[in-house]
């Protein structure tokens, strides 16, 4: 166990919707950064959050979006939801400002949509 | 950009090793990691290496960090059938220590 936790585990929704995926820190840790991992492939950075600011971002549009709150947890919200959208969303903190970047994820939320 | 190279597929029989292997381009990265993904979970941070070290031993697990070539080995001594996962390699890249991984290795431990 990471102490990282997700919500929901898994979730469908109609291509055209929006949703929101949410994040629970472990603890001590302030940073949060979200993957998205389509099937059979490797996690593809989205956004990084701390200190409730968005610190970096991928190749991604503006559709996703995120905050993170007092606590240090997180949502990534999802515009207009697109059939390619599916896939598992993975969220990791970390502790900035430490030389070595250990990320631990959570067990994920797996998105369809249809 | 950032690239990480990873062989899609390994077979091993039980008890043997398993050298899991991985090439990058960024040759920036301060640490470089590997994770374990087990079907239907998130991934499970096995190790990681600082770019300044040739090697790296832990329990059963050893990583080997070739700089000159780009090149990254995970090191599975007697494998188990619970070592059957996907294996990723990862490191970090840009100002924001984001990870950039590779597609993952799937390991088949059989008996």
């Known amino acids: 166990e990471t102490g990282v936790t997700q919500s929901p585990t898994h979730l469908i929704k109609t291509r055209g919707q929006q949703v929101t995926l949410r994040c629970s820190s472990q603890?001590?840790?302030?940073?949060v950064s979200w993957y998205q991992q389509a099937l059979g492939q490797g996690p593809q950075f989205i956004f990084q959050y701390y200190r409730e600011e968005e610190n970096g971002r991928g190749n991604f549009p503006p559709r996703f979006s995120g905050l993170q709150f007092p606590n240090y947890s997180s949502e990534l919200n999802v515009n207009a939801l697109e059939l390619d959208d599916s896939a598992l969303y993975l969220c990791a903190s970390s502790l900035a400002n430490t030389g070595n970047t250990e990320a631990f994820f959570g067990q994920g939320t797996r998105l369809t949509v249809v | 950009g950032e690239d990480v190279e990873q062989s899609l597929f390994l077979s091993v029989r039980e008890g043997d090793s398993s050298v899991i292997n991985c090439t990058y381009t960024d040759s920036s990265s301060t640490y470089l990691y590997w994770y374990k993904q087990e079907p239907g979970a998130g991934l499970q941070l096995l190790t990681y290496?600082?770019?300044?070290?040739d090697m790296k031993q832990d329990q059963r697990l050893t990583v080997l960090l070739n700089k000159k070539d780009k090149h990254l080995s995970l090191r599975i001594a007697d494998t188990q059938t619970g070592d059957s996962a996907i294996y990723f390699c990862a490191l970090i890249s840009g100002g924001y220590n984001k990870l950039i991984f590779g597609a993952g290795t799937r390991l088949a431990v059989h008996p």
């Open positions: 603890s001590g840790h302030n940073t």
């Open positions: 290496i600082f770019s300044n070290m």
